[in-house]
Each structure stands twice: as C-alpha cells, then as structure tokens.
T-cell receptor, first 112, second 112 residues
Framework: QQQVKQSPQSLIVQKGGIPIINCAYE??????FPWYQQFPGKGPALLIA?????SEKKEGRFTISFNKSAKQFSLHIMDSQPGDSATYFC???????????FGEGTQLTVNP | NAGVMQNPRHLVRRRGQEARLRCSPM?????VYWYRQLPEEGLKFMVY????????ESGMPKERFSAEFPKEGPSILRIQQVVRGDSAAYFC??????????FGDGTRLSIL
C-alpha cells in the first residue's frame, strides 16, 4: 500500500529556477515529514524536516510548505543550481513508530 | 564525526550463497534501521533495532532474511540462500532516538 505519493517523477529546470516537488500522504497518524537528497552511489542525506504544528519551514534555499488539512507537503528549492541535480525523496513517520515511509522519488536536473 | 559506516560497499554473490551486510551507527546512536532500494524506486523499510532488540521487523521478508544488533559490534543484515530478486541497494540508518535518521552510503548487492 503506497502511503506517500510523490510527484513529479522527474523535473528539469534552468539554473535560478524554483523547482517544486509535491507529496501527499494518507495516514493521519504521521507527524514527522523529512526530505532527503540522494546523489548517485550515495545514501540519502537529510535536507530539511517539518512537523505538522507549522505550515512552513525554511533552511537556506530549501523550503517545506505543509498543508495539514489536505495532507500534502512540498519542497521548494530557491535559486536552483546545477549542483542541486539529484534525486529527492519525501518521507513520513509517526514519531513514536520511527519507521520512515518514503515517496518514490523525484529526479531533478538543473541545467546551467 | 564519522557518519554511518556500511560495508562492504559492493557485494557479489551467486544464487544460493549467503550475504552479510554490516552497519556501524554514528557515535552515540543506539537505534538502527535497514531499508532496501530497488532500481528506480524509493526506499522500503525492512527492520528497526535497538541494542540486542528487534523493535519492528514488519518490513522483513518472512524467510531467508534476519537482522541483529549485538551489544558489541555492528548491526548485521543477513540474507541466506540469495536469489536474483535480492539484488538491490541496502541502506542502514541510525538515530539517537526516533528521529532524525542519518543514512550510510549503502551496500550494493548483486546476485549472479
């Protein structure tokens, strides 16, 4: 059962553009929503995470927007750079349960 | 600070052999998680362990797969009698409590 749906599957933007990646979840018990960045041959690296008591969180060029009523959250990358080209995964967890449920990933390409 | 260390990075086995994957968590982390990533897919939870205890193994296949996290030494994911479908990247993550989880660079398992 797919509990976290991620879109788009792939995304191409020009340098300086603002790619947006969306995720939707089903389980209302989820209360922790991280985003991970993965480069080829590497493990996922934690970028930023949010809990449902806030609607937005910014860290550097990365922003998470969270809509609790719609059960959706999204990642925005401001002033994107070619070095941001990677696969991005959203995930969700019940804090008490610990296991992360991942989306299927978005392959982002930022052209120079 | 050393991150999560996984070895080997690449492992080749013939059908029917055993595969042993090792994971040393970050210093101070007592929670370990194993995930599997098939090509072009997201990560799927397998098992969650604390020292000497399996907390959640709901993602583990019922046969041939086992995991341990002994009092001393790394966590081990063991796959007996490997089959072609076991070919994947296996990632270990660790955390000091439930979140956040930090990932290693994985073991790429190939079955001939």
């Amino acid at each position: 059962q797919q509990q976290v749906k991620q879109s788009p599957q792939s995304l191409i933007v020009q340098k300086g553009g603002i790619p947006i990646i969306n995720c939707a979840y089903e389980n209302t018990a989820f209360d922790y929503f991280p985003w991970y960045q993965q480069f080829p041959g590497k493990g996922p690296a934690l970028l930023i995470a949010i809990r449902p008591d806030v609607s937005e969180k910014k860290e550097g060029r990365f922003t998470i927007s969270f809509n609790k009523s719609a059960k959706q959250f999204s990642l925005h990358i401001m002033d994107s750079q070619p070095g941001d080209s990677a696969t991005y995964f959203c995930a969700a967890s019940k804090t008490s349960g610990s296991r992360l449920t991942f989306g299927e990933g978005t392959q982002l390409t930022v052209n120079p | 600070n050393a991150g999560v260390m996984q070895n080997p990075r690449h492992l080749v086995r013939r059908r029917g052999q055993e595969a042993r994957l090792r994971c040393s968590p970050m210093k101070g982390h007592s929670h370990v998680y194993w995930y599997r990533q098939l090509p072009e897919e997201g990560l799927k939870f397998m098992v969650y362990l604390q020292k000497e205890n399996i907390i959640d193994e709901s993602g583990m296949p019922k046969e041939r797969f086992s995991a341990e996290f002994p009092k001393e030494g790394p966590s081990i994911l063991r796959i007996q009698q490997v089959v072609r479908g076991d070919s994947a990247a296996y990632f270990c993550a660790s955390s000091p409590g439930h979140q956040p989880q930090h990932f290693g660079d994985g073991t790429r398992l190939s079955i001939l």
